[in-house]
């Protein structure tokens, strides 16, 4: 068990170790250290001022990682709870057919759409604006890989509200939407919650289309610059700065996935098993 | 009367929407939804299809530029035949590889998951909540930030798995210099019958520490629901804990690692970020997988038609194996009932 352990936490701390080595100015540590010989804060210092080649500050890639990744999870939940209502409540014509139009986009990685979705966004040009080169752009072609799987996880969550409770709302005397609103919403308001942090997780460590779409690096993203301190321009790194730069991404949704997890995996096995 | 032809109807009316759930139109409900769908997925998957059978490569991305040629199935016989500008491309290995390192990391995930929980769920274990707190955390880490951290873990210079082997080598005094270790640039296969790099080893090292902890925590709930006194009875008719295990814990599990493991396979067939960021898919594209392939035929290459086209594959194939788990989990669903 103790082994286990050790081989979990290892990664763990051999990062967060770096992140804190006072000698941030090497290129690379020339020791094995879990324990950081020294404390020191400068590496996270020195990439909030700068943390690529690129003139861009840590607060305005954060900023756009934020916007991205919230904007594209708010839309997702706000559009796919309606529709999830629709296939858990009603029996329509039609709803298998669309059950499985939205279940067949769910096997689909993203990167079988990119190529059309780069082309397609690539056409719309306003003046000097770009949608395809935009960090618009790149939320819509994550909201169509988002979408599906908030529809199926907020469906298998209302699957589970007993529809007693409208049905008594119906009969003091609410409308059919007033019930939707006033009961449904509140009820579901748990999944919601969790479905939207997912969501935002996938757009807070979203790499290929922002990294197929955007050319400007005043767009550029967490996830993209962390690419670039391992990738291309990896050699000009200090494994300091690129440990601090894993602490920031890891660390907030880390904690808040930690919070949240006892309910996230009722909140999913349901969703996955109802399904 | 002119009331009644107005009054008939209006009984069967007020039955279906009785019927109906008694609410609103459920279209509507769904408009958005499917407005949104429309436009973004369903036709850009319809538009990449048509682009599958043309040459859309990068003179035609302007919006002024002329239109592709319609090239017919060529880009898929190209795919195939492995007749692209790519070097080292091979088709046949790479769907090979991608569900040999699928079926592979499942398995391995499989295997330590269900042996972790069962210790886990040992009685008089000390700190048991302790060890469940850090076991989430593989999960709990963005894979994009795993990956890179893997990555530089690999160095050989300086990564913290060849320090860290050399440091227990030196104990037993072997020299540092033996574990320079080229774990993802090395070609020469460390098994000799297995033609696999050394990158799809450290591959595996890496997912299965992503990996295992997902299938503990469903093995986990599913051993809880075993009542014990199965076990109690079966050690008075002196099954050993072997036999119990297999006997017992094993078919009981089945039921809840089923889904987890039809997850896992979709999951890590679809493994971009993992790859992409650890080996990149070398040494020479042998540890490329369909997604990282597809990303680089539009990244790279910019031959849009050729990745629309490989697009349509990995959705067949994807297909193939998604109908052969389904078939395979209702399969195993009939036999637990």
């Known amino acids: 068990m103790v082994l286990i352990t050790l081989s979990v936490l290892f990664p763990i701390l051999w990062v967060v170790s770096m992140s804190f080595d006072p000698r941030a100015d090497i290129m690379r540590p020339t020791t094995l250290n879990l324990v950081p010989p020294g404390f020191s804060l400068k590496a996270y210092l020195d990439i909030i001022e700068k943390p690529s080649a ?27 709870v309606f529709a999830g209502y629709a296939f858990s409540r009603f029996r329509f014509a039609g709803r298998q057919t669309l059950m499985i139009a939205v279940l067949a986009v769910l096997i689909l990685p993203t990167v079988a759409t990119l190529a059309p979705l780069f082309v397609l966004l690539n056409r719309v040009v306003i003046g000097d604006f770009n949608l395809r080169n935009s960090l618009p752009g790149v939320g819509l072609a994550l909201l169509s890989s988002l979408l599906p799987f908030a529809i199926w996880n907020l469906k298998g969550y209302i ?52 990294w197929q779409f955007l050319t400007d690096p005043q767009n550029f993203t967490l996830a993209m610059t962390l690419y670039n301190m391992t990738g291309q321009y990896a050699s000009s790194t200090p494994w300091s700065h690129f440990s601090a730069m894993s602490v920031i991404i890891a660390l907030p949704v880390s904690l808040v996935y930690l919070a949240l997890q006892k309910y996230m995996s009722g909140g999913l096995t349901i969703g996955g098993v109802k399904g | 009367m002119a009331t009644m032809p107005i009054a008939r109807p209006e009984t069967p009316n007020a039955k279906r929407q009785h019927s109906n759930s ?3 139109n ?26 599958s059978f043309t040459d859309y490569a990068l003179k035609n991305l302007r919006i002024d530029s002329p239109p592709p040629n319609f090239v017919g199935l060529q880009n898929f016989i190209d795919i195939a035949t492995g007749a692209l500008t790519i070097p080292n491309f091979d088709f046949a290995y790479t769907v090979a590889f991608n569900l040999f390192w699928t079926f592979s990391n499942v398995t391995v995930h499989v295997i330590i998951g269900v042996l972790i929980a069962v210790l886990l769920n040992a009685r008089g274990l000390w700190f048991r909540g302790v060890y469940r707190a850090i076991f989430v955390l593989p999960i709990v880490i963005p894979t994009l930030v795993v990956a890179n951290v893997w990555r530089n873990m690999f160095d ?47 591959l595996l090292i890496t997912n299965v520490w992503l990996g295992w902890p997902f299938m503990t925590i469903v093995a986990t709930g599913a051993l809880q629901s075993i009542p014990r006194d199965y076990y109690e009875a079966a050690s008075m008719d002196g099954a050993s804990p072997t036999q119990q295990f297999f006997g017992i814990t094993v078919p009981l599990l089945r039921p809840a690692m089923v889904p987890a493991i039809v997850y896992g396979i979709t999951l890590t067939f679809n493994l971009f970020n993992l790859i992409y960021f650890v080996s990149g898919g070398g040494p020479l594209r042998q540890t490329e997988i369909l ?37 395979v989990s209702r399969a195993t669903e009939s036999y637990d009932a």
């Open chain 1, 54 to 80: 690129n003139p861009v500050s840590l607060p305005v890639l954060t900023m756009n990682s934020v916007l991205l990744a919230g904007g594209s999870a708010l839309a997702s939940v706000m559009i796919a």
């Open chain 1, 159 to 210: 699957d589970t509200i007993p529809k007693e409770l409208e049905e008594a709302a119906l009969i003091d005397g609410a409308s059919p939407n007033q019930t939707f609103f006033y009961i449904m919403l509140p009820l579901s308001t748990p999944a919601i919650a969790i479905t939207a942090f997912l969501g935002f997780l996938s757009g807070w460590t979203e790499f290929s289309i922002s």
């Open chain 2, 22 to 24: 008694r609410l609103a």
């Open chain 2, 26 to 51: 459920p279209y509507v409900y769904l408009i958005p939804a499917m407005l949104i769908m429309s436009v973004m997925t369903y036709y850009p998957m319809a538009y990449g299809l048509w682009m």
């Open chain 2, 156 to 202: 050989p210079d300086f990564g913290a798995i060849n320090q860290g082997l050399a440091a227990l080598g030196g104990l037993i005094g072997m020299p540092a210099s033996a574990f320079h270790i080229r774990w993802i640039e090395s070609l020469d296969p460390p098994i000799p019958f297995l033609p696999l790099p050394l990158a799809y080893f450290a």
């Open chain 2, 291 to 327: 997604v990282t392939t597809a990303f680089r035929l539009v990244n790279q290459e910019r031959l849009y038609g050729i990745a629309a086209a490989f697009a349509v594959y990995t959705a067949i194939i994807l297909l193939v194996i998604t109908l052969i788990t389904n078939r």
